[in-house]
Nanobody
């Protein structure tokens, strides 16, 4: 399984970015896909996840600003990030999951938000 992320970059606070994660196989082969992030000196945390049935879950700090979606026709999951804040700065990792403990990861994409 290969997960290829794109869309990271450097923006000002209040601006938006959209991340993409293209999977090498049918995204419905997985129970869920989504995004984690990790800032320097911090643990990796869940940002958003969408399961095979379409249920979406978000980390508490992004729930009203970020939106996860998918396009099965191109086996891609997206993360729309609006009203970005400096504390959103991190490396964002796409993941695919089967059950609760089998994960695949992308290479990560840097998001930097300046005030």
């Amino acid at each position: 399984v290969q997960l290829v992320e794109s869309g990271g970059g450097s923006v000002q606070a209040g601006e938006s970015l959209r991340l993409s994660c293209a999977a090498s196989e049918n995204i419905f082969n997985f129970n869920a896909m989504g995004w984690f992030r990790q800032a320097p000196g911090k643990q990796r945390e869940l940002v958003a996840e969408i399961n095979v049935g379409g249920r979406k879950d978000y980390g508490g700090s992004v729930k009203d600003r970020f939106s996860i979606s998918r396009d099965h026709s191109v086996n891609t999951v997206y993360l729309q990030m609006n009203n970005l804040k400096p504390e959103d700065s991190a490396v964002y990792y796409c993941h695919a999951r089967i059950l609760s403990n089998r994960y695949w990861w992308g290479q990560g994409t840097q998001v930097t938000v300046s005030s």
